[in-house]
């Protein structure tokens, strides 16, 4: 069973909105911030946003006013709400959860902007 599971990615159309979710499993204990990231081909991964367990956020300035990013501590889950999207944003999204000293990373989910 994968200890991080993203959904909702897929293909859309510029100006579209998506939600990505992602959920831990329940062998991951006290988890502390959990973000997203995205990687496009042929470039290195980045931070797309960032949620700690107190609900303050961070986002990279490409997709502030754009993206939001939300959790159900609760649920052990992470949303990323994606407005507005452009064909730039066309990555592999994923997520990640620190416990502790480690960090959990799913195995990410398709992202595509196109016409």
């Known amino acids: 069973q994968a200890q991080l599971a993203e959904s909702g990615g897929g293909l859309v159309q510029p100006g579209g909105s998506l939600r990505l979710s992602c959920a831990a499993s329940?062998?991951?204990?006290?988890?502390?911030?959990m973000g997203w990231y995205r990687q496009a081909p042929g470039k290195q991964r980045e931070l797309v946003a960032t949620?700690?367990?107190?609900?303050?956020?961070n986002y990279a300035d490409s997709v502030k006013g754009r993206f939001t990013i939300s959790r159900d501590n609760a649920k052990n889950t992470v949303y990323l709400q994606m407005n507005s999207l452009k064909p730039e944003d066309t990555a592999v999204y994923s997520c990640?959860?620190?416990?502790?000293?480690?960090?959990?990373w799913g195995q990410g989910t398709q992202v595509t902007v196109s016409s």
């Open positions: 329940r062998s991951i204990f006290s988890i502390n911030a």
């Open positions: 990640n959860a620190h416990s502790g000293v480690f960090v959990f």
């Open positions: 949620i700690t367990t107190g609900g303050i956020t």
